[in-house]
């Protein structure tokens, strides 16, 4: 049929919202890279923070 993926926050697999849960079962890969990736962003750049939180804020709960 279809190969069509959605992404939601996971519940199961949260620390804080679950974002980094979903997007590593979204991705396919381990979500403890994700978390890594978002701390490096909100160390080096600012950033990572403000996109965990859009990202908390649109993406559904599964």
Same mark, same amino acid.
């Given at each position: 049929m279809s190969d069509y993926k959605?992404?939601?926050?996971?519940?199961?697999?949260?620390?804080?919202?679950?974002?980094?849960?979903? &997007?590593?079962e979204y991705l396919e890969i381990?979500?403890?890279i994700i978390r890594i990736i978002f &701390?490096?962003? &909100? &160390?080096?750049f600012g950033s990572g923070f403000l996109i965990y939180l859009v990202i908390w804020l649109a993406a559904p709960e599964m």
């Open positions: 959605k992404f939601y926050r996971s519940s199961t697999d949260k620390k804080i919202a679950g974002v980094c849960g979903g &997007l590593g381990d979500p403890t &701390l490096v962003a &909100l &160390l080096c």
